[in-house]
């Protein structure tokens, strides 16, 4: 198993981490003020450059408004 932030599997996880934000319609900027973050730091995540972990997910997620188990079935399902 690759764990290599720059798998395929990885690239899909990011592009459905960004669809989420996008779809929840929220900017990076945005994203970041909620997480109380930088907008670069949103944008290294969102592009392989800084891993996340299960904690961070949710966390994300959860300023998405969207449950760990909703993502995880979308990208399951590659919706």
């Known amino acids: 198993m690759d764990k290599s932030i720059y798998s395929h599997e990885y690239e899909i996880f990011l592009t ?3 669809k989420a ?3 929840a319609k929220l900017s990076q900027t945005e994203l970041a003020v909620k997480l109380g973050e930088t907008q670069s730091f ?3 995540c969102e592009r392989g ?3 996340l972990d299960i904690i961070e997910l949710r966390w994300w997620l959860s ?3 969207l449950s760990v188990s909703k993502f995880a079935t979308n990208l399951e399902n590659k919706e």
Do not use: D, P
């Open 63 to 65: 300023a998405m408004g």
């Open 49 to 51: 450059e800084r891993r």
């Open 16 to 18: 459905f981490l960004r």
């Open 42 to 44: 949103v944008s290294k």
């Open 21 to 23: 934000r996008k779809s």
